[in-house]
């Protein structure tokens, strides 16, 4: 398939895209394909065809025939990148608006507070206290109860 005709793309002939859709269109689907097919292969259409219409304001700003393909698969590239980005934050729950802390105490609430007095804890005290009470007794100290 031959290249088509330059400058009527850049004029907007209906004609001359007609014909430069068939070329372009490899390349833009197979961009989209790359990045899209393992995650979103439904998409790859949309994306393709977004291209090509993204492409369509751009051609007046490009100087040669041989620009086309490589900026449309660009463009598939970079949009499906952005969709890819767009879609897996969502996952993520972008948009939340929660403060850091008030997740963090919400992560927290079913942790125990360590500061709090628990029944081994106060165990522990017991029997250290009855321990060094009986070593003290052994080597004859008495307890000076202030």
Same mark, same amino acid.
């Given at each position: 398939?031959?290249?088509? !005709? @330059?400058?009527?793309?850049?004029?907007?002939?209906?004609?001359?895209?007609?014909?430069? @859709?068939?070329?372009?269109?490899?390349?833009? @689907?197979?961009?989209?394909?790359?990045? =899209?097919?393992?995650?979103?292969?439904? $998409?790859?259409?949309?994306?393709?065809?977004?291209? +090509?219409?993204? =492409?369509?304001?751009?051609?007046?700003?490009?100087?040669?025939?041989?620009?086309?393909?490589?900026?449309?698969?660009?463009?598939?590239?970079?949009?499906?990148?952005? =969709?890819?980005?767009?879609? @897996?934050?969502?996952? %993520?729950?972008?948009?939340?608006? $929660?403060?850091?802390?008030?997740?963090?105490?919400?992560?927290?609430?079913?942790?125990? !507070?360590?500061?709090?007095?628990?029944?081994?804890?106060? =165990?522990?005290?017991? $029997? +250290?206290?009855?321990?060094?009470?009986?070593?003290?007794?052994?080597?004859?100290? %008495?307890?000076?109860?202030?």
């Amino acid at each position: 398939m031959s290249a088509p !005709d @330059f400058r009527a793309l850049q004029q907007g002939d209906a004609a001359a895209w007609s014909v430069a @859709f068939p070329w372009l269109w490899p390349a833009a @689907f197979g961009a989209a394909q790359v990045t =899209l097919q393992p995650y979103l292969p439904a $998409e790859v259409e949309d994306v393709a065809i977004e291209s +090509l219409e993204a =492409l369509v304001e751009k051609v007046r700003e490009l100087k040669s025939v041989e620009e086309l393909k490589p900026l449309v698969a660009s463009i598939a590239h970079h949009r499906a990148v952005s =969709l890819l980005r767009e879609r @897996f934050a969502k996952k %993520r729950g972008v948009g939340r608006t $929660e403060s850091l802390e008030a997740v963090q105490e919400a992560n927290m609430a079913d942790c125990p !507070d360590p500061t709090a007095d628990s029944p081994l804890a106060a =165990l522990e005290q017991k $029997e +250290l206290a009855a321990r060094l009470s009986g070593t003290l007794s052994e080597q004859g100290h %008495r307890p000076t109860g202030d």
